[in-house]
Protein backbone atom coordinates (compact mmCIF):
# COMPACT_ATOMS: atom_id res chain seq x y z
CA UNK A 1 0.00 0.00 0.00
CA UNK A 2 1.32 3.32 -0.83
CA UNK A 3 -0.16 6.84 0.85
CA UNK A 4 -0.23 10.31 -0.21
CA UNK A 5 -1.53 13.01 2.17
CA UNK A 6 -1.91 16.52 0.54
CA UNK A 7 -4.32 19.96 0.98
CA UNK A 8 -1.62 21.39 3.94
CA UNK A 9 -1.27 24.93 3.98
CA UNK A 10 -1.81 28.41 5.55
CA UNK A 11 -4.66 29.25 7.14
CA UNK A 12 -5.76 32.16 9.32
CA UNK A 13 -7.25 31.28 12.90
CA UNK A 14 -11.04 29.82 12.71
CA UNK A 15 -11.01 29.20 9.28
CA UNK A 16 -10.96 25.21 7.59
CA UNK A 17 -8.80 23.30 5.32
CA UNK A 18 -9.54 19.48 4.44
CA UNK A 19 -6.67 17.29 4.22
CA UNK A 20 -6.69 14.29 1.63
CA UNK A 21 -5.04 10.71 2.20
CA UNK A 22 -4.99 8.74 -1.20
CA UNK A 23 -4.32 5.11 -0.86
CA UNK A 24 -3.05 2.90 -3.94
CA UNK A 25 -5.86 0.32 -2.98
CA UNK A 26 -8.76 0.17 -1.03
CA UNK A 27 -7.75 0.27 2.47
CA UNK A 28 -10.23 1.34 4.95
CA UNK A 29 -12.53 -1.62 5.25
CA UNK A 30 -9.27 -3.92 5.59
CA UNK A 31 -7.07 -1.74 7.69
CA UNK A 32 -8.62 1.17 8.92
CA UNK A 33 -7.04 4.60 8.87
CA UNK A 34 -5.93 7.50 11.08
CA UNK A 35 -4.70 10.75 11.12
CA UNK A 36 -1.65 11.99 13.13
CA UNK A 37 0.39 15.01 13.62
CA UNK A 38 3.47 15.78 14.96
CA UNK A 39 5.27 19.51 15.66
CA UNK A 40 8.47 19.57 16.30
CA UNK A 41 10.52 18.15 19.13
CA UNK A 42 7.23 16.12 20.12
CA UNK A 43 5.76 12.81 19.25
CA UNK A 44 3.20 12.07 16.90
CA UNK A 45 -0.37 11.73 17.93
CA UNK A 46 -3.29 10.26 17.04
CA UNK A 47 -5.94 12.77 15.82
CA UNK A 48 -8.48 11.01 14.15
CA UNK A 49 -9.13 7.53 13.25
CA UNK A 50 -11.72 5.58 11.14
CA UNK A 51 -11.87 1.61 11.74
CA UNK A 52 -12.41 -1.24 9.12
CA UNK A 53 -16.15 -1.29 10.51
CA UNK A 54 -16.57 2.71 9.65
CA UNK A 55 -16.44 3.76 13.78
CA UNK A 56 -14.77 7.10 14.17
CA UNK A 57 -12.93 8.10 16.98
CA UNK A 58 -11.40 11.85 17.11
CA UNK A 59 -8.47 12.83 20.25
CA UNK A 60 -10.21 15.09 22.82
CA UNK A 61 -8.15 18.61 21.37
CA UNK A 62 -10.02 17.95 17.93
CA UNK A 63 -13.48 16.25 18.98
CA UNK A 64 -16.10 18.65 17.28
CA UNK A 65 -13.87 20.30 14.69
CA UNK A 66 -12.15 17.49 12.77
CA UNK A 67 -14.48 15.09 10.74
CA UNK A 68 -12.58 11.90 9.14
CA UNK A 69 -14.17 10.29 6.53
CA UNK A 70 -13.87 7.95 3.58
CA UNK A 71 -14.48 7.53 -0.52
CA UNK A 72 -13.94 4.36 -1.11
CA UNK A 73 -14.25 5.25 -4.91
CA UNK A 74 -11.53 7.24 -5.09
CA UNK A 75 -9.79 5.43 -2.24
CA UNK A 76 -9.25 8.49 -0.58
CA UNK A 77 -9.72 9.23 2.93
CA UNK A 78 -10.25 12.52 4.18
CA UNK A 79 -9.98 14.79 7.52
CA UNK A 80 -11.96 18.13 7.28
CA UNK A 81 -10.92 20.36 9.63
CA UNK A 82 -12.92 23.19 11.03
CA UNK A 83 -12.20 26.07 13.28
CA UNK A 84 -9.03 26.07 13.20
CA UNK A 85 -6.74 27.27 16.14
CA UNK A 86 -2.95 27.59 16.43
CA UNK A 87 -2.21 24.79 18.23
CA UNK A 88 -3.35 22.55 14.93
CA UNK A 89 -0.05 23.62 13.44
CA UNK A 90 1.82 20.70 12.79
CA UNK A 91 3.00 17.90 9.88
CA UNK A 92 -0.20 16.28 9.63
CA UNK A 93 0.46 12.10 8.48
CA UNK A 94 -1.78 9.72 7.05
CA UNK A 95 -1.11 5.73 7.78
CA UNK A 96 -2.87 2.48 8.61
CA UNK A 97 -4.30 1.81 11.64
CA UNK A 98 -3.82 -1.64 12.45
CA UNK A 99 -0.12 -1.91 10.24
CA UNK A 100 1.28 0.86 9.71
CA UNK A 101 3.41 1.29 6.82
CA UNK A 102 7.09 3.57 6.51
CA UNK A 103 5.72 7.26 7.42
CA UNK A 104 5.65 9.29 4.16
CA UNK A 105 6.08 12.84 4.27
CA UNK A 106 2.80 14.63 5.54
CA UNK A 107 1.16 18.01 4.76
CA UNK A 108 2.28 20.72 6.38
CA UNK A 109 -1.09 22.72 8.21
CA UNK A 110 0.15 25.95 9.33
CA UNK A 111 -2.56 27.99 11.26
CA UNK A 112 -1.92 31.81 11.93
CA UNK A 113 -3.46 34.40 14.97
Known amino acids: VQLQASGGGLVQAGGSLRLSCAAS????????MGWYRQTPGKQRDLVASITRAGVTTYAESVKGRFTISEDNAKNTVYLQMNSLKPEDTAVYYCNLLYTPIPWGQGTLVTVSS
Open 25 to 32: ERVVSRNG
